[in-house]
């Protein structure tokens, strides 16, 4: 009998080995098969926008399996290659938002002033139709934060759109991991409605939210120094009774930061508390990646310049709050001539398919030059997402994120006639437009479906109760 439970055993774990190899395979030829038949595609007789080296008109693109193989004239592709004509059309980087609420199922964890140990990768919905509709006005990039309700919230996550395919494969590789600061009347939570009966959150004032991140900070330094010393010992001696720190998954986050391995993005408005912040990292010797919003930010350019940080606004976004009130359209503007890497970001689940045009109203507002406009949008928030040698601009070896338009992306009559994320097409304009009478008439069965018929007139029958399952 024990013999032959051994061999069913046997069997069985060579079924599942056998069944994890079929699946690994599997999963393989998908990926060549993503990938196409056409390992090759080239985009021919295009203005390139290539935005790290100006304007290339009557020019090539040859993709090669998800990266930019070659630039230049009167390319030449293998037999089998996809060959895209987009003679009179404009091909740029895809566009990055620095800032986005796309794709998420939570935005705050408002219970404690510091989350840092929460992850908005573990609440992504890849079905987001938002990211379909990204992907339609150019844009293959997103930096996914938590809200502004915690003075320190949660680690954020970048994504690249690959629209249809599991949240695994949107994940970007190797970009540095970040993590979402606040500051201003959003983490002290005084302008929002208090429900009778439930405490207030501490902070309730700028100076408290302040002297939440110090806190924080101060608790970080000590949790880094006992870990610190308790390596230090261990290699120094082989003392099996040593006991490690507990480990605070509160503080690793924080720690990262400390170490330089992790960026911080911090929302804020008014120049006091930029600056506030500024020296708190300098106190604690870490940066500020980016300052979010940064609405104030012109008021201390310099010093936002001198401490290394970059800054994502808004286009023209301000005057809905007090703290707001001192927004100016020149913000850009003058961030850029003191040295600030500037970015345009979204701050939304839907507004990314404008920043084209966002980008280019800092034409007309201090006078930006096309390409420092583009680099708003492009290779200004890839630098500031630590993802520059990969997206951004369009260079041999990055990766083959690109936008074809059909004019140039800052007119309000383009529009993306194509998508590619790694070299693949995630949007298409023609085949969507041959999808709709398909998919009306895949509303209209629907709406005719019982569980979706209006009601009849008259009074609502009453339901009868369906009988309950026993449960033990």
């Given at each position: 009998m024990k013999m032959i439970i051994k061999k069913l055993i046997a069997y069985a774990l060579a079924v599942s080995v056998l069944g994890v190899a079929e699946s690994v395979r599997t999963h393989a030829q998908q990926s060549e098969l993503r990938q196409g038949t056409e390992t090759e595609t080239l985009i021919r007789n295009a203005t390139l926008l290539t935005i790290s080296r100006g304007t290339l008109p009557n020019s090539d693109i040859l993709i090669r399996r998800g990266k930019i193989a070659a630039i230049g004239p009167n390319l030449k592709a293998a037999s089998n290659a996809r060959v895209v004509d987009a003679s009179g059309k404009y091909v740029m980087p895809g566009i990055i938002d620095c800032h986005s609420h796309s794709m998420m199922d939570a935005i705050n964890e408002l219970t404690l002033s510091v989350t840092s140990m929460a992850r908005i990768q573990d609440v992504l919905n890849p079905t987001d139709v938002d990211l379909y509709r990204a992907l339609a006005g150019g844009v293959t990039t997103l930096n996914l934060l938590h809200g502004s309700g915690n003075a320190i919230g949660g680690q954020n996550t970048v994504v690249k759109i690959k629209y249809g395919r599991p949240v695994t494969e949107f994940i970007f590789p190797g970009a540095p991991p970040g993590i979402k600061f606040a500051l201003g009347e959003?983490?002290?939570?005084?302008?929002?409605?208090?429900?009778?009966?439930?405490?207030?959150?501490?902070?309730?004032?700028?100076?408290?939210?302040?002297?939440?991140?110090?806190?924080?900070?101060?608790?970080?330094?000590?949790?880094?120094?006992?870990h610190d010393e308790y390596r230090a010992a261990a290699a120094a001696r082989s003392e099996k009774t040593l006991l490690?720190?507990?480990?605070?998954?509160?503080?690793?986050?924080?720690?990262?930061?400390?170490?330089?391995?992790?960026?911080?993005?911090?929302?804020?408005?008014?120049?006091?508390?930029?600056?506030?912040?500024?020296?708190?990292?300098?106190?604690?010797?870490?940066?500020?990646?980016?300052?979010?919003?940064?609405?104030?930010?012109?008021?201390?350019?310099?010093?936002?310049?001198?401490?290394?940080?970059?800054?994502?606004?808004?286009?023209?976004?301000?005057?809905?709050?007090?703290?707001?009130?001192?927004?100016?359209?020149?913000?850009?503007?003058?961030?850029?001539?003191?040295?600030v890497n500037v970015s345009i970001n979204s701050d939304s689940d839907e507004r990314a398919r404008r920043l084209n045009i966002d980008a280019a109203k800092m034409m007309k507002y201090g006078d930006l030059t096309e390409e420092e406009a583009l680099k708003l949008i492009?290779?200004?928030?890839?630098?500031?997402?630590?993802?520059?040698?990969?997206?951004?601009?369009?260079?041999?070896?990055?990766?083959?994120?690109?936008?074809?338009?059909?004019?140039?992306?800052?007119?309000?009559?383009?529009?993306?006639?194509?998508?590619?994320?790694?070299?693949?097409?995630?949007?298409?304009?023609?085949?969507?437009?041959?999808?709709?009478?398909?998919?009306?008439?895949?509303?209209?069965?629907?709406?005719q479906a019982e569980p979706n018929r209006a009601p009849a007139p008259g009074p609502t029958p009453a339901s009868t109760p369906r009988p309950r399952a026993n449960s033990y």
């Amino acid at each position: 009998m024990k013999m032959i439970i051994k061999k069913l055993i046997a069997y069985a774990l060579a079924v599942s080995v056998l069944g994890v190899a079929e699946s690994v395979r599997t999963h393989a030829q998908q990926s060549e098969l993503r990938q196409g038949t056409e390992t090759e595609t080239l985009i021919r007789n295009a203005t390139l926008l290539t935005i790290s080296r100006g304007t290339l008109p009557n020019s090539d693109i040859l993709i090669r399996r998800g990266k930019i193989a070659a630039i230049g004239p009167n390319l030449k592709a293998a037999s089998n290659a996809r060959v895209v004509d987009a003679s009179g059309k404009y091909v740029m980087p895809g566009i990055i938002d620095c800032h986005s609420h796309s794709m998420m199922d939570a935005i705050n964890e408002l219970t404690l002033s510091v989350t840092s140990m929460a992850r908005i990768q573990d609440v992504l919905n890849p079905t987001d139709v938002d990211l379909y509709r990204a992907l339609a006005g150019g844009v293959t990039t997103l930096n996914l934060l938590h809200g502004s309700g915690n003075a320190i919230g949660g680690q954020n996550t970048v994504v690249k759109i690959k629209y249809g395919r599991p949240v695994t494969e949107f994940i970007f590789p190797g970009a540095p991991p970040g993590i979402k600061f606040a500051l201003g009347e959003n983490p002290k939570r005084t302008n929002f409605l208090q429900l009778p009966g439930r405490e207030r959150r501490y902070p309730a004032t700028r100076m408290g939210v302040a002297e939440v991140i110090r806190d924080a900070f101060v608790r970080a330094r000590d949790y880094k120094t006992a870990h610190d010393e308790y390596r230090a010992a261990a290699a120094a001696r082989s003392e099996k009774t040593l006991l490690p720190p507990r480990r605070d998954l509160q503080l690793e986050p924080l720690v990262e930061v400390l170490e330089g391995k992790r960026f911080v993005h911090a929302h804020c408005y008014r120049a006091d508390e930029i600056v506030m912040l500024l020296n708190l990292a300098d106190e604690f010797g870490f940066k500020i990646r980016t300052l979010q919003h940064v609405l104030e930010g012109y008021k201390v350019a310099r010093e936002i310049a001198q401490h290394g940080a970059g800054a994502s606004i808004f286009a023209d976004n301000w005057a809905y709050k007090v703290e707001a009130y001192d927004a100016i359209p020149y913000a850009a503007q003058i961030m850029t001539r003191a040295g600030v890497n500037v970015s345009i970001n979204s701050d939304s689940d839907e507004r990314a398919r404008r920043l084209n045009i966002d980008a280019a109203k800092m034409m007309k507002y201090g006078d930006l030059t096309e390409e420092e406009a583009l680099k708003l949008i492009t290779l200004n928030p890839a630098q500031q997402l630590g993802i520059e040698t990969s997206v951004g601009s369009i260079d041999v070896g990055k990766d083959a994120d690109l936008a074809i338009w059909t004019t140039h992306p800052f007119s309000v009559y383009s529009r993306v006639e194509t998508t590619f994320v790694d070299g693949e097409i995630f949007f298409d304009r023609q085949q969507d437009i041959a999808r709709r009478a398909e998919i009306q008439l895949e509303r209209a069965q629907l709406e005719q479906a019982e569980p979706n018929r209006a009601p009849a007139p008259g009074p609502t029958p009453a339901s009868t109760p369906r009988p309950r399952a026993n449960s033990y």
